[in-house]
């Protein structure tokens, strides 16, 4: 690329981004109830494994074992992030960010509730 890349996440408007985010959730919700994504989580992988992808998928398996992880996330994108410093506008994507963390793990426990024959 020779130019920066303007990334316009709410283009077709907040509906189409909760709709997207929505079917993310619900699949990540499978990876997370099939053990697929903590599988192999490894702290070392985590910060030195040579290959970016690999570096990623074990962050990410490290922070899907973390309690509070949508309070969490928002926390890291409020004040590590600086969305604070973008007003309303960066409090709003930071509370939907984290709401949709949210969503992952009430849909994962809505999962394993199914699998193990409870009621939802």
Request: hydrophobic share 40%.
């Amino acid at each position: 690329m020779h130019s920066p890349l303007d990334h316009l996440a709410f283009s077709k408007g907040i509906s189409h981004w909760v709709a997207k985010h929505n079917a993310y959730s619900s699949k990540e919700a499978e990876l997370l109830a099939s053990g697929d994504a903590t599988h192999g989580a490894s702290l070392y992988h985590a910060l030195f494994a040579r290959n970016f992808h690999e570096r990623r998928v074990a962050q990410k398996a490290i922070f899907y074992e973390l309690s509070a992880r949508p309070l969490i996330k928002w926390c890291y994108m409020m004040f590590v992030r600086g969305a604070l410093l973008d007003g309303q506008a960066g409090v709003m994507y930071a509370t939907l960010q984290s709401f949709y963390e949210y969503l992952i793990d009430v849909k994962c426990r809505e999962l394993l509730r199914q699998r193990d024959g409870k009621p939802i």
